[in-house]
């Protein structure tokens, strides 16, 4: 059986650094029938000195003349893909050398269409922490299942799809700078089987510069998300309970206390075994909030030094 092609995505905005690396795990792979797209979003900074270190014939180079963000650098890394598959690397990521292979036996394997997802390490506060996505499971077509619904954690860096299914639903949404990539899961996990390699694919360290650590684009991102698929929040409500209170502690975060106050409010009555709302409401209500800031930034501290003991 001819083993099949895949393209590799992987967008960077400078990061020259951990983009060497990032690179040089996709190319290392022992599935080695692919090519990688790296997609430079308007990096401000030189880039060409990193890709010719990497020296390998498998590597196309696009630069974009402005920045668009992650969901636009990838549309443009799919439009130019030439593989019957796509699979999508992080440049501050690195993969395991086996991801490929493990995840072309998957899918080859699988009865129906399918997106292949695998676990992954990550690098938190300086302790290692084991994602492990709920999968292994045959969809009815347009169902989204349900823990996809209520995380917006979308595992890209182990993703392995059909290049044509990705295209049919036209790509990651532009309009989105965070969660772009949770939000296509959405769609694609209503038309796809999703499998997974049970080994971890890749690993995963959080950097300062990643926009996950801006709450303000973190919150309204995921109310972007939950307004785009209203039908199917709407129909979970549990799901719409967790999101709403995860949007409340980034608005908490960002200081936008009565934001965050309606959305612990909703979250309490979508999901009313969810505690920790409504100590959240009690804490706002009495207008406690830099109590709660205080208490939020002493177990963020508490864990980091506990992340670090265990290594």
């Excluded at 498998?58 to 992650?70: A, C, F």
């Excluded at 129906?112 to 302790?127: K, Q, T, V, W």
């Amino acid at each position: 059986m001819k083993s099949p092609l895949i393209s590799v995505i992987l967008p960077v905005f400078n990061r020259q650094h951990s983009l060497f690396i990032a690179a040089k795990s996709v190319l290392a792979q022992s599935h080695t029938h692919l090519e990688l797209i790296i997609v430079d979003d308007a990096s401000t900074v030189d880039l060409g000195a990193t890709i010719e270190r990497l020296g390998d014939p498998r590597i196309r180079y696009i630069r974009r003349p402005e920045n668009g963000g992650p969901a636009a650098a990838r549309n443009t890394g799919i439009a130019a893909a030439q593989g019957d598959w796509l699979a999508f690397q992080d440049s501050d990521d690195a993969w395991m050398l086996d991801k490929l292979e493990l995840q072309v036996a998957a899918v080859t394997q699988a009865p129906r269409p399918a997106l292949c997802l695998g676990s992954m390490l990550r690098n938190i506060d300086g302790g290692l922490r084991f994602f492990k996505p709920e999968t292994n499971q045959q969809n009815d077509k347009g169902k989204v299942p349900h823990w996809i619904l209520e995380q917006p954690i979308a595992y890209t860096q182990t993703w392995l799809v059909p290049r044509l299914s990705v295209q049919k639903l036209a790509g990651f949404d532009e309009a989105l700078r965070m969660w772009e990539d949770w939000e296509l899961l959405i769609r694609l996990s209503g038309e796809l089987d999703l499998i997974a390699a049970p080994q971890a694919l890749a690993y995963s360290a959080r950097s300062e510069d990643s926009i996950t650590n801006d709450p303000s684009l973190y919150a309204q991102s995921m109310s972007y998300v939950m307004q785009k698929h209203a039908p199917l929040y709407q129909h979970d409500k549990a799901a719409s309970g967790r999101i709403n209170y995860l949007i409340g502690l980034r608005e908490l975060n960002a200081g936008h206390n009565q934001q965050a106050l309606a959305h612990f409010m909703r979250a309490a009555h979508q999901r009313p075994t969810q505690w920790k709302a409504w100590l959240y409401i009690l804490l706002g209500n009495l207008r406690l909030h830099k109590l709660t800031q205080a208490l939020r930034a002493g177990m963020q501290n508490f864990r980091k030094q506990r992340g670090s003991n265990r290594l």
